[in-house]
């Protein structure tokens, strides 16, 4: 179980290239009800690696249904798969706060689609040098201390 420390609790795209099972579906949903957890994910999608995309927009499903649920920030892994992060915001609706892109790498077009979204925009250390710019309002940048894409 989660010991000290605030947590970010989700399965990651990339352990989607063994089938989820059972058990790993009921840690994460007992897990992110804990107080302890602050931010459901990383959830989300990457062409370049796990499995495929049905797989992990079911389970992208599965994490921003539980994020909204409870009322917790939903962080997103997103690699060459905007336009299915897209389809699902245009879904799910999601308000400022509630979805956040991590390590955002794209261009400023990209931002502002996803901003119009109502996604959120974090920045790792690599990123557009015309970001945030005047693209993303402060309210709606959060930062990274690294650049991992992990
Ligand atoms: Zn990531």
């Known amino acids: 179980m989660l010991s000290d420390g605030w947590y970010s609790v989700g399965i ?24 302890r957890v602050v931010a459901v994910g990383e959830a989300g999608f990457d062409r370049l690696r796990g499995g495929d995309m049905v797989t992990q927009s079911r389970l992208f499903r599965l994490h921003a249904k539980l994020a ?7 962080v997103i892994h997103c690699v060459r798969a905007f336009d299915l992060l897209l389809g699902e ?5 999601p308000r400022p706060g509630e979805w956040i892109v991590h390590g955002f790498r794209g261009k400023p077009e ?19 040098p015309e970001l945030p710019g005047d693209v993303i309002p402060p309210e709606r940048l959060y930062r990274e201390s690294d650049a991992a894409q992990i």
């Open 12 to 35: 990651h795209p990339w352990d989607t290239e063994q089938p989820v099972t059972l058990g790993q579906l009921r840690a994460l949903v007992a897990d992110v009800r804990s107080p």
């Open 68 to 74: 909204r649920k409870l009322g917790k920030p939903l």
């Open 89 to 93: 915001a245009r879904r799910m609706r």
């Open 110 to 128: 990209l931002a502002r689609q996803l901003l119009a979204a109502g996604i959120d925009i974090s920045l790792g250390e690599k990123h557009h």
